[in-house]
């Protein structure tokens, strides 16, 4: 066996830098690093790859990479031409049951191949997924904001990471890791089949109400699950202190989320209290002027209404256009030296109409106001870019699109505003008593959060998250337009229904009506047939219903983990409804 020092350079320089692993996954904004040639002949069968082999020829360069990748042969070919390539659990702790309980594989099959993962993760219980690929080619892709792409370079495999928005001249290893863009921006298949092992129910129900409260997946479950066990064994404030790191990176995976930094993300118990810490932070007097959408949700408009009875301030609605979204003309011409706040819902709660959020920042950002974004219906189920969207402060719910458990939610303020908002309500966390007669806010967001929290569900919110991202959001925002549109398409089909959606691109909420019968009706009677939808009534949306004269509508929300066989079930329940 070599020793290390044989190794070239560049080798030796991983080795000594940190693990191979965890420099591959990390989730952003990394340089892509080399591992140099991998051969199938190189390694004896099931040998780990952390540590070094002696190759089987002179030009064969032995390698060392510092995680227990497990390379496997089939029996069917020569080692040099198959291979199976197993990763670990790409948590990086030590219960794999935090995250996701499966590694990643190449998925290419050309021949039958023989199962291989690591030892650790097997007794975890981990599932992998096996495949065999050619060393000379490989299809697995994985965005850049995740991990690794496996791409051709001549007869060797090497991993490559697609390094979006780095520079080349930062990439430490360039003359030998060379990026493929063209490979990089090829859009990745979502693994449904590992998706729904990962929700049990989905074999049970054909859920379909996600806009309400999705299903939460295994690995989430499992981490709150876990919290809960360990806050038995050793006390609460001890288990809060053994899960600190933890804990505190459930605020840096809400970041990457939205494309924010972790000082900007306060974590609250759900999305309504998120969007009422940031109102009520900010000031309003007599003849102020916030500015909102028709399709505003009750929760929001209420307070509104509080504080223009309180302050004098003026509440006023911007026009739809003929599509149904906000005007984005009509808010231009609206906007005066008076207007203090433009405040809107991204994803009405009614319908598959999605508002135009980007360009209202825009306009938000060019007259110097404050930008309030309702993002409860949005986030899960499509990609947020709060620098791309230009709000000042956005809410969420963790409950929904985003599979995680009740009782969450979370806040992102812009750093720029932050210093200028006093939340409504204290404590001691949010603003820490300096003296007798003094406190002094914190620094961060979290001076919008309060002592006490719920923190198994705070960790069920993180392993949601990172669940989420681990996917990628484009490749669930696809999916859930592509099943949305299936089920409107079909939904057009039977006779009596009327679909009621709006907008140019409605999202993943389809909402609809059916003659002659009420909308808590059929949502029954498609509960008796195994069919998880809602409903939405008028109490929720009340300008846009009043303008629309809308009766209670049908409300069915699919997700990435539904098939297209639970939406055709669905259409041929509601078809098989006798007329009325």
């Given at each position: 066996m070599p020793h290390q020092a044989a190794q070239p350079l560049h080798l030796r320089r991983h080795a000594a830098r940190q693990p191979l692993l965890r420099a591959l996954l990390r989730p952003a904004n990394m340089p892509c690093r080399c591992l140099g040639p991998i051969r199938g002949d190189q390694w004896p069968k099931n040998t780990p790859l952390n540590a070094p082999v002696a190759p089987s020829s002179?030009?064969?360069?032995?390698?060392?990479?510092?995680?227990?990748?497990?390379?496997?042969?089939?029996?069917?070919?020569?080692?040099?031409?198959?291979?199976?390539?197993?990763?670990?659990?790409?948590?990086?702790?030590?219960?794999?049951?935090?995250?996701?309980?499966?590694?990643?594989?190449?998925?290419?099959?050309?021949?039958?191949?023989?199962?291989?993962?690591?030892?650790?993760?097997?007794?975890?219980?981990?599932?992998?997924?096996?495949?065999?690929?050619?060393?000379?080619?490989?299809?697995?892709?994985?965005?850049?904001s995740t991990g690794p792409t496996w791409s051709h370079r001549s007869s060797r495999c090497s991993p490559n990471v697609a390094c979006r928005g780095?520079?080349?001249?930062?990439?430490?290893?360039?003359?030998?890791?060379?990026?493929?863009?063209?490979?990089?921006?090829?859009?990745?298949?979502?693994?449904?089949?590992?998706?729904?092992?990962?929700?049990?129910?989905?074999?049970?129900?054909?859920?379909?109400?996600?806009?309400?409260?999705?299903?939460?997946?295994?690995?989430?479950?499992?981490?709150?699950?876990?919290?809960?066990?360990?806050?038995s064994e050793i006390g609460g404030y001890a288990a809060a202190d053994r899960e600190a790191r933890r804990l505190d990176s459930v605020y840096s995976s809400v970041g990457r989320l939205l494309n924010a930094a972790p000082d900007e993300i306060a974590l609250l118990e759900n999305a309504t209290?998120?969007?009422?810490?940031?109102?009520?932070?900010?000031?309003?007097?007599?003849?102020?002027?916030?500015?909102?959408?028709?399709?505003?949700?009750?929760a929001n408009y209420v307070a509104f209404l509080q504080v223009a009875r309180r302050t004098g301030a003026v509440i006023e609605v911007v026009p739809s256009n003929a599509s149904g979204e906000l005007d984005i003309h009509a808010l231009e011409r609206m906007i005066d030296e008076r207007v203090k706040l433009i405040a809107i819902t991204w994803v009405p709660t009614n319908g598959g109409l999605v508002n135009p959020a980007a360009a209202v920042g825009k306009i938000a950002r060019a007259h110097g106001i404050p930008y309030l974004l309702d993002a409860c219906q949005a986030v899960g189920q499509m990609a947020v870019d709060v620098e791309a969207i230009g709000c000042d402060m956005l809410s969420a719910t963790g409950r929904k699109f985003l599979r995680g458990p009740r009782g969450t939610g979370f806040l992102y303020v812009r750093r720029a505003l932050l210093q200028r908002l006093e939340p409504p309500m204290i404590d001691h966390f949010a603003?820490?008593?300096?003296?007798?007669?003094?406190?002094?806010?914190?620094?961060?967001?979290?001076?919008?959060?309060?002592?006490?929290?719920?923190?198994?569900?705070?960790?069920?919110?993180?392993?949601?998250?990172?669940?989420?991202?681990?996917?990628?959001?484009?490749?669930?925002?696809?999916?859930?337009?592509?099943?949305?549109?299936?089920?409107?398409?079909?939904?057009?089909?039977?006779?009596?229904?009327?679909?009621?959606?709006?907008?140019r691109t409605p999202g993943a909420i389809v909402s609809f009506t059916m003659d002659g019968y009420e909308a808590d009706a059929i949502v029954s009677g498609a509960a008796a047939a195994g069919i998880t939808i809602g409903a939405s009534h008028p109490s929720s949306t009340r300008i846009d219903a009043e303008i629309r004269a809308l009766p209670p509508l049908v409300r069915a929300s699919p997700h990435y983990y539904n098939t297209e066989a639970e939406i055709d079930r669905l259409i041929g329940h509601l078809a098989g409804l006798t007329p009325r």
């Open positions: 002179s030009n064969s360069t032995p390698i060392r990479p510092s995680s227990p990748i497990v390379i496997a042969t089939t029996t069917s070919a020569p080692r040099a031409a198959r291979w199976q390539l197993s990763l670990p659990c790409r948590r990086m702790t030590s219960r794999c049951s935090a995250a996701s309980r499966r590694p990643f594989t190449t998925s290419r099959t050309p021949a039958k191949a023989s199962t291989a993962t690591s030892a650790p993760n097997a007794a975890r219980g981990c599932s992998p997924r096996t495949s065999t690929a050619s060393p000379k080619r490989s299809s697995f892709s994985w965005e850049a780095i520079p080349r001249s930062t990439c430490r290893s360039s003359n030998r890791c060379r990026i493929d863009a063209a490979k990089a921006r090829e859009p990745r298949l979502i693994d449904i089949d590992q998706i729904r092992i990962d929700t049990p129910a989905a074999e049970r129900i054909a859920y379909l109400h996600n806009a309400g409260a999705a299903l939460m997946p295994t690995p989430v479950v499992a981490a709150m699950k876990e919290h809960i066990d360990l806050e209290v998120a969007w009422q810490m940031a109102f009520y932070a900010l000031a309003f007097r007599k003849g102020d002027r916030i500015l909102t959408a028709e399709a505003e949700y009750a603003a820490p008593w300096v003296s007798r007669n003094q406190y002094r806010l914190r620094d961060d967001a979290r001076r919008f959060e309060t002592w006490e929290n719920n923190y198994a569900a705070r960790l069920g919110l993180g392993a949601a998250v990172d669940y989420a991202l681990e996917i990628g959001m484009g490749p669930i925002e696809q999916r859930c337009r592509l099943l949305a549109d299936r089920l409107r398409g079909g939904l057009a089909s039977v006779r009596g229904i009327t679909i009621r959606d709006l907008g």
